[in-house]
């Protein structure tokens, strides 16, 4: 037998509808905030996450799928969604449209890393990202939709911390003195922080070696080098939030993984779901896009892990909408019965209504047992007598209740029947 591969996960035909649900909350909230869905390619030209994501990331350095097409081109499978979006905004001329461009994607992100609870090789995001705006406010909103998209799961066990790190402007003084903290202490920093001590010093911050994070602990905070720009940028994102009433503490250690960030950074953190505790973390990338070849547009998101959430929301008892299931079990007596299920419910199917028949050739005792182990609400028999008076005894699985319905107005019983069962389904999620 063949197994799966390692870091990767099936997602079985009983479980789909936690993914259904986690995916429709999301819509309904990308809705909300007039987000437009976008669509890009699971794989890209490796230069783009070089040069977007940065070469000195763990995710560039160590962490991508690369491979060579057969033109010898460097494909990589997409660690994350932004890079990908940006290239669209770019390459589509999207700047030329009324700004701010608001969009939203479900992707797949691949990253080979070692596979743990809640770290996966492929993992799928709910992202956000938002072109064009550099006010404060957008910064706001995006957490206010991220905040809304947990709360509208259920969840609740998390926080939100939020950081600044600053512009290019900042970045040089804060940059300078990590190099000077790091200088005489670079012989206890593992080789990949050495090398990170010339080209990109932040990222020191970022690694996951446990030598190199005891001495990141008394390192400078970029919140003491921000510029003017970046700290009113900081003060009016907390006003707001403030204004709001959303909670959150300033983390002066949040860097993110990824080279693009500029200004506020975020992440919804979790204690319930192990080590990799982020469920959702964003950030503004003001430079981004004219880095990437297109004009000066500022950028602003987050992304979601899907993976992270489902293991949130089972470790603390959070409600999946559960599917409506099987609407009605048709089960023929004889021949002409099975004929005339299976018309019928070709006739249901066409208006909606989820409905089965027989095609094991069980007998009519073992279709009505198979309908109540699938969890039909509804039975109903046909046979010889059935089709003579055009009507059908109608069984309510939840109570045992008959109701005869003419063959003729099964739909409508079914149509009512399905409308009722949405309106306490959603009553009962309130
Ligand atoms: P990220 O923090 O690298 O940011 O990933 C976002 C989320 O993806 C994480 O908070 C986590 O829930 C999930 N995630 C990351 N790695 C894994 C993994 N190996 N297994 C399972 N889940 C994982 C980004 O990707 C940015 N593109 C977010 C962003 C959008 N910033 C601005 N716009």
Redesign the pocket.
Same mark, same amino acid.
């Given at each position: 037998m063949i197994n799966i591969p390692k870091g990767t996960k099936d997602v079985l035909p009983d479980q789909s509808y936690k993914w259904r649900f986690i995916e429709d909350t999301a819509r309904e909230v990308a809705r909300a905030y007039n987000l437009k869905e976008i669509r890009t390619p699971t794989f890209e030209y490796t230069e783009l996450f070089q040069r977007g994501v940065g070469e000195t990331t763990d995710v560039v350095n160590k962490e991508m799928y690369t491979f060579e097409d057969k033109h010898g081109r460097s494909i990589t499978l997409k660690p994350?969604?932004?890079a990908g979006a940006v290239r669209m905004f770019i390459e589509n001329g999207l700047a030329s449209s009324p700004l701010p461009v608001k969009t939203y994607y479900f992707t797949p992100?691949f &990253?080979y890393?070692r596979p743990q609870a809640?770290?996966?090789r492929e993992?799928h995001?709910f992202?956000i990202?938002i072109f064009g705006s550099e006010s404060p406010d957008t910064d706001a909103e995006v957490i206010f939709a991220a905040s809304s998209f947990l709360r509208k799961l259920g969840l609740t066990d998390y926080r939100l911390e939020i950081n600044s790190i600053g512009c290019p402007a900042c970045r040089a003084a804060y940059n300078k003195a990590l190099r000077e903290y790091f200088e005489p202490r670079k012989a206890d920093l593992c080789p990949t922080c050495q090398e990170r001590l010339e080209k990109n010093p932040l990222r020191i911050l970022d690694c996951k070696e446990e030598k190199c994070q005891a001495i990141c602990e008394d390192a400078p905070r970029i919140l003491d080098f921000l510029c003017d720009d970046c700290a009113t940028h900081f003060d009016k994102v907390r006003h707001r939030l403030d204004t709001q009433g959303m909670k959150y503490t300033v983390n002066p250690d949040i860097v &993110?993984?990824?080279d693009y960030y500029t200004k506020t950074v975020f992440e919804f953190v979790s204690t319930r779901i192990g080590a990799q505790g982020?469920?959702?973390?964003?950030?503004r990338?003001d430079n981004l896009v004219e880095q990437l070849g297109g004009s000066s547009v500022p950028a602003?998101?987050?992304?979601?892990?899907i993976?992270?959430l489902m293991l949130l929301m089972e470790n603390t008892g959070c409600r999946f909408l559960e599917p409506r299931g099987v609407d009605i079990y048709l089960a023929g007596a004889d021949g002409a019965g099975r004929d005339a299920a299976m018309s019928l419910a070709e006739i249901l199917r066409d208006a909606g209504i989820c409905a089965e028949t027989d095609h094991m050739d069980r007998s009519v005792k073992a279709q009505l047992k198979y309908a109540d182990k699938i969890g039909a609400r509804f039975v109903a028999v046909i046979g010889s007598s059935e089709i003579e008076t055009k009507t059908l005894s109608v069984k309510r699985m939840s109570d045992g209740t008959e109701t005869p319905v003419r063959m003729d107005s099964l739909r409508d019983f079914m149509q009512r029947s399905v409308l009722e069962f949405m309106m306490a389904q959603a009553q009962s999620l309130k």
């Amino acid at each position: 037998m063949i197994n799966i591969p390692k870091g990767t996960k099936d997602v079985l035909p009983d479980q789909s509808y936690k993914w259904r649900f986690i995916e429709d909350t999301a819509r309904e909230v990308a809705r909300a905030y007039n987000l437009k869905e976008i669509r890009t390619p699971t794989f890209e030209y490796t230069e783009l996450f070089q040069r977007g994501v940065g070469e000195t990331t763990d995710v560039v350095n160590k962490e991508m799928y690369t491979f060579e097409d057969k033109h010898g081109r460097s494909i990589t499978l997409k660690p994350e969604g932004t890079a990908g979006a940006v290239r669209m905004f770019i390459e589509n001329g999207l700047a030329s449209s009324p700004l701010p461009v608001k969009t939203y994607y479900f992707t797949p992100a691949f &990253r080979y890393e070692r596979p743990q609870a809640g770290r996966l090789r492929e993992f799928h995001q709910f992202g956000i990202e938002i072109f064009g705006s550099e006010s404060p406010d957008t910064d706001a909103e995006v957490i206010f939709a991220a905040s809304s998209f947990l709360r509208k799961l259920g969840l609740t066990d998390y926080r939100l911390e939020i950081n600044s790190i600053g512009c290019p402007a900042c970045r040089a003084a804060y940059n300078k003195a990590l190099r000077e903290y790091f200088e005489p202490r670079k012989a206890d920093l593992c080789p990949t922080c050495q090398e990170r001590l010339e080209k990109n010093p932040l990222r020191i911050l970022d690694c996951k070696e446990e030598k190199c994070q005891a001495i990141c602990e008394d390192a400078p905070r970029i919140l003491d080098f921000l510029c003017d720009d970046c700290a009113t940028h900081f003060d009016k994102v907390r006003h707001r939030l403030d204004t709001q009433g959303m909670k959150y503490t300033v983390n002066p250690d949040i860097v &993110r993984g990824l080279d693009y960030y500029t200004k506020t950074v975020f992440e919804f953190v979790s204690t319930r779901i192990g080590a990799q505790g982020t469920i959702c973390g964003g950030g503004r990338y003001d430079n981004l896009v004219e880095q990437l070849g297109g004009s000066s547009v500022p950028a602003i998101g987050f992304a979601a892990g899907i993976e992270r959430l489902m293991l949130l929301m089972e470790n603390t008892g959070c409600r999946f909408l559960e599917p409506r299931g099987v609407d009605i079990y048709l089960a023929g007596a004889d021949g002409a019965g099975r004929d005339a299920a299976m018309s019928l419910a070709e006739i249901l199917r066409d208006a909606g209504i989820c409905a089965e028949t027989d095609h094991m050739d069980r007998s009519v005792k073992a279709q009505l047992k198979y309908a109540d182990k699938i969890g039909a609400r509804f039975v109903a028999v046909i046979g010889s007598s059935e089709i003579e008076t055009k009507t059908l005894s109608v069984k309510r699985m939840s109570d045992g209740t008959e109701t005869p319905v003419r063959m003729d107005s099964l739909r409508d019983f079914m149509q009512r029947s399905v409308l009722e069962f949405m309106m306490a389904q959603a009553q009962s999620l309130k």
